[in-house]
T-cell receptor, first 109, second 115 residues
Framework: QQPVQSPQAVILREGEDAVINCSSSKALYSVHWYRQKHGEAPVFLMILLKGGEQKGHEKISASFNEKKQQSSLYLTASQLSYSGTYFCGTVGGGNQFYFGTGTSLTVIP | DGGITQSPKYLFRKEGQNVTLSCEQNLNHDAMYWYRQDPGQGLRLIYYSQIVNDFQKGDIAEGYSVSREKKESFPLTVTSAQKNPTAFYLC??????????????FGDGTRLSIL
């Protein structure tokens, strides 16, 4: 039930945009997004609760397509501080939480 | 300040030894979670608890045990049955109780290695 993320890794130059996708084989009722810097704990970015919902956090926003069982995270005008690994997360059977496979994002000057 | 405290930060285990990782939160959260993260990998759920005196196995519970005697505390024991315990262990909590709509807050983690 682990969501699958794509791409696995991406390298950007400062100021470029990126999209990270999260797909589930099961129905999605909510999607979480987290960012983890190397050697640190994940930090919560946002939760999307309804199909079609979009949310923003600084220059990071996300959308949720409940019908397609997908969510996408959009990073615009990337900054060096955006580097890290991004995880989506969903709740499965028995209220167990599943983190996605992760996407490593590296922003270079 | 409210938060989640994990200790120790680094832990070494001898073969055949059980070790216990501590996780304490003062956020008054109902739900608590333990995850394992191997280098370059994602987070895998070991155990979770939504209420005191109750917990459920995650995907990789074999070789681990937990208890939830107090709301604030959710210790994880890595038993000798866990043959490959070297990993980064993360504890998290949320206000959710059977509710997926709340974020998880993480401690700083414990790095466990075999001697």
């Amino acid at each position: 039930q682990q969501p699958v993320q794509s791409p696995q890794a991406v390298i950007l130059r400062e100021g470029e945009d990126a999209v990270i996708n999260c797909s589930s084989s099961k129905a999605l009722y909510s999607v979480h997004w987290y960012r983890q810097k190397h050697g640190e704990a994940p930090v919560f970015l946002m939760i999307l609760l309804k199909g079609g919902e979009q949310k923003g956090h600084e220059k990071i926003s996300a959308s949720f397509n409940e019908k397609k069982q997908q969510s996408s995270l959009y990073l615009t005008a990337s900054q060096l501080s955006y580097s890290g690994t991004y995880f989506c997360g969903t709740v499965g059977g028995g209220n167990q939480f599943y983190f996605g496979t992760g996407t490593s994002l590296t922003v270079i000057p | 300040d409210g938060g989640i405290t994990q200790s120790p930060k680094y832990l070494f285990r001898k073969e055949g030894q059980n070790v216990t990782l501590s996780c304490e939160q003062n956020l008054n959260h109902d739900a608590m979670y333990w995850y394992r993260q191997d280098p370059g990998q994602g987070l895998r759920l070991i155990y979770y608890s939504q209420i005191v005196n109750d917990f459920q196995k995650g995907d990789i519970a074999e070789g681990y045990s937990v208890s939830r005697e107090k709301k604030e505390s959710f210790p994880l024991t890595v038993t000798s049955a866990q043959k490959n315990p070297t990993a980064f262990y993360l504890c998290a909590s949320s206000t959710a109780r059977g509710n997926s709509n709340q974020p998880q807050h993480f401690g700083d983690g414990t790095r466990l290695s075999i001697l």
